[in-house]
């Protein structure tokens, strides 16, 4: 009888063991797991393994090419869904939606995306949950000295700016900084306000921030030739962005006035230019979305000569916003240690490559039209791949040449292409912008609706 029930025991434990085991492999452990999260089985997973195998296995989601799903992105069926590029559709981003319009309209660095997936293992990070919980790093202050140490590094390698001897000071992008600037040049005790001037065509959010702000001690007062020619006698308090490269037209811009400048350098990398040699200029403005494609992660950096104005961009920061997220940090640094691998070359190889193969194409279809025309393009001596070449922008930026179309982006519209009219950057509207640094995609895309359009000019003067 003891013999019979140990037996019957002894089954039933296996029995136990084996439908325990079936319940774990088909996952309901890991919601048991997730339940009772000091309880372990099998072989455990550390917690970067476990950060690993998710990342991985949301990684490894299909969506064709022409697309990408997120972990923070929309749930279904358990697992994230792909997150599609324009034009294409379904679950894994398969289908190309048939006369969709090719979207030119926005400077998202998506160009750079194949670089980072190539360079997966070196890129990630992994952050725990107790990472730099506090408002402060151990030295007291908001900014990471080692950060700090390879912007330093980053610019010495590419030749672009002078750091030695200069402050730095972090923004949540350039975009902050745009504004901390205006704030840190602007006369507090004058009795009228520093104006604030830009040559035309200009990035729209140098006048949209001074608007907005609306502050007694500056004011935008708009374009900086028309300034000068009606302002003869006083430059002093006037307050001039200079954006070099140009945001539309990739012009390397000087200073017009010779007064308080700000320098926006968002493009001034070998991507989009020549670097003829280091800028030394007393406040010059970087940022993270055009040198790497991080847009998302919001990072920018100001170089500054001056402690005084340094010390009211640190009081700006400070006073609006405590610092910037240390998660934020953590993840450039990570990135510009990519970035400077092998003095640069592969990050920066990589993505000029890719420009200079979208110019290329982009001017042999232009290069038939009449109706259309492009900005002019120079050859100059560029210290870092140390060679002469032609610069190649970030964007377009188309002029009409026919009298008749005087409103270019309509034009370009009637074609299927979303561009952004020269009116956003204070411009005639004869001219109109085509972003070239979103997804490969979105290229191909515009190549084609491009080809359709010059190719109506053929058929046009064919049927005459
Ligand atoms: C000339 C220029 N400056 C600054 C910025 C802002 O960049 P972010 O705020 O992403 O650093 C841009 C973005 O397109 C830009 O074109």
Request: aromatic share 12%.
């Amino acid at each position: 009888m003891k013999k019979y029930c140990y037996g019957t025991c002894f089954l039933i434990s296996i029995a136990i063991n084996i439908l325990f085991s079936i319940y774990l492999y088909l996952g309901g452990g890991d919601r048991w797991v997730a339940k009772n999260p000091d309880i372990t089985y099998g072989s455990p997973l550390t917690w970067t393994e476990k950060a690993a195998e998710e990342a991985e296995a949301v990684a490894a989601i299909s969506c064709s090419g022409h697309g990408i799903a997120f972990l923070d992105g929309r749930i279904s069926d358990g697992q994230p869904v792909c997150e599609c590029y324009d034009c294409y559709g379904g679950t894994d981003c398969s289908e190309l939606s048939p006369g969709c319009a090719a979207d030119a309209d926005s400077g998202d660095p998506i160009f750079l995306e194949p670089f980072w997936m190539q360079n997966a293992a070196a890129s990630a990070v992994v952050i725990p949950g107790w990472h730099r919980m506090s408002y402060r790093y151990a030295d007291d202050t908001l900014m990471s000295t080692e950060l700090e140490t390879y912007i330093r590094k980053l610019h010495s390698i590419v030749g672009n700016a002078i750091t030695e001897g200069r402050y730095m000071v972090f923004g949540v992008g350039s975009s902050q900084l745009l504004s901390a600037a205006v704030y840190a040049l602007s006369s507090e005790n004058s009795s009228s306000p520093s104006n604030v001037v830009a040559s035309i065509p200009f990035y729209p959010m140098y006048k949209s921030q001074t608007v907005l702000f609306n502050s007694e001690n500056f004011q935008f007062e708009g374009d900086t030739n028309s300034w000068q020619s009606n302002n003869q006698t006083n430059n002093t308090d006037v307050i001039e962005f200079v954006t070099s490269p140009n945001n539309p037209d990739g012009e390397l811009k000087k200073s017009v006035l010779g007064g308080k400048t700000i320098y926006d350098h968002a493009y001034f990398w070998p991507h989009f230019t020549p670097i003829p040699g280091p800028s030394d200029h007393d406040l010059m403005i970087f940022t993270l979305s055009k040198l790497t494609g991080h847009a998302g992660t919001r990072f920018g950096w100001a170089i500054i000569k001056d402690k005084d104005v340094y010390e009211k961009f640190l009081n700006y920061i400070f006073t609006a916003y405590l610092g910037i997220s240390k998660d934020t940090q953590l993840r450039v640094l990570k990135l510009l240690k990519v970035a400077i691998e092998q003095d640069g070359k592969p990050l920066f190889q990589f993505a000029y490559n890719k420009m200079r193969d979208r110019w290329d194409r982009l001017t042999s279809v232009l290069s038939k039209s009449t109706r259309f025309s492009t900005q002019n393009r120079h050859h100059l001596h560029c210290n870092f791949f140390n060679k002469t070449r032609l610069p190649s922008p970030a964007y377009v930026w188309v002029k009409c040449e026919r009298e008749e179309d005087d409103d270019c982006g309509a034009v370009l519209e009637a074609g299927n292409i979303i561009s952004r009219s020269g009116r956003v950057f204070s411009a005639k509207d004869r001219y109109t912008r085509l972003s070239l640094i979103k997804s490969q995609d979105d290229f191909e895309l515009l190549l084609k609706r491009l080809t359709e359009l010059v190719s109506l000019e053929k058929n046009s003067i064919e049927t005459m």
